[in-house]
T-cell receptor, first 114, second 113 residues
Framework: KAGVTQTPRYLIKTRGQQVTLSCSPISGHRSVSWYQQTPGQGLQFLFEYFSETQRNKGNFPGRFSGRQFSNSRSEMNVSTLELGDSALYLC?????????????FGPGTRLLVL | AQSVAQPEDQVNVAEGNPLTVKCTYSVSGNPYLFWYVQYPNRGLQFLLKYITGDNLVKGSYGFEAEFNKSQTSFHLKKPSALVSDSALYFCATRGTGFQKLVFGTGTRLLVSP
């Protein structure tokens, strides 16, 4: 099976712009979660989507949003970018049926905000 | 709140020696515990998990982890370290809500030849 894919892999934006990141889960997986990784804050949960519905949300401002499509692909959007949004954004997929499941991560999108 | 702690920022070990990367947890209810590894400029790779049952969990690449309920620990171990094991290791547990993972701060493992 193909793994989780994320596009683009690298992105450079300037403050005030917006950005959209994409994640394609493993075939058959219906849950997609997003995480932000920074040197200062470590790995932080952004949100989780299951069957096109946001099922869980972390403590991030409303500038961070997402959606999931009927084929389980997910997008994450960040509006009005700030310097502090520079990070590695990781998505992970799983079946989404139980807490014992393993989440499988993509390679990440590295966002640099100038 | 569910949490895990990784007390060591870095662990240094010589190739061929056993390695241990420490993790302690604070969890209410059943502890679902995971170990992931991250190589430079890569995502997280799943190594192993504890759900229930045997306290010694075997995972990928020769890694194993020992679950200890009395010490609330879930240490990652490998009998003989390889230089290629040098990477960043994360312990994680389930947060509130279905699929949320709560991660430790990470431990950098450096294996010297």
């Amino acid at each position: 099976k193909a793994g989780v894919t994320q596009t683009p892999r690298y992105l450079i934006k300037t403050r005030g712009q917006q950005v959209t990141l994409s994640c394609s889960p493993i075939s058959g997986h219906r849950s997609v979660s997003w995480y932000q990784q920074t040197p200062g804050q470590g790995l932080q949960f952004l949100f989780e989507y299951f069957s096109e519905t946001q099922r869980n949300k972390g403590n991030f401002p409303g500038r961070f949003s997402g959606r999931q499509f009927s084929n389980s692909r997910s997008e994450m959007n960040v509006s009005t970018l700030e310097l502090g949004d520079s990070a590695l954004y990781l998505c992970a997929s799983s079946l989404g049926q139980g807490r014992e499941e393993t989440q499988y991560f993509g390679p990440g999108t590295r966002l640099l905000v100038l | 709140a569910q949490s895990v702690a990784q007390p060591e920022d870095q662990v240094n070990v010589a190739e061929g020696n056993p390695l241990t990367v420490k993790c302690t947890y604070s969890v209410s209810g059943n502890p679902y515990l995971f170990w992931y590894v991250q190589y430079p400029n890569r995502g997280l790779q799943f190594l192993l998990k504890y759900i229930t049952g045997d306290n010694l969990v075997k995972g990928s690449y020769g890694f194993e982890a020992e679950f200890n309920k009395s010490q609330t620990s879930f240490h990652l171990k490998k009998p003989s370290a390889l230089v290629s094991d040098s990477a960043l290791y994360f312990c994680a547990t389930r947060g509130t809500g279905f699929q949320k993972l709560v991660f430790g701060t990470g431990t950098r493992l450096l294996v010297s030849p």
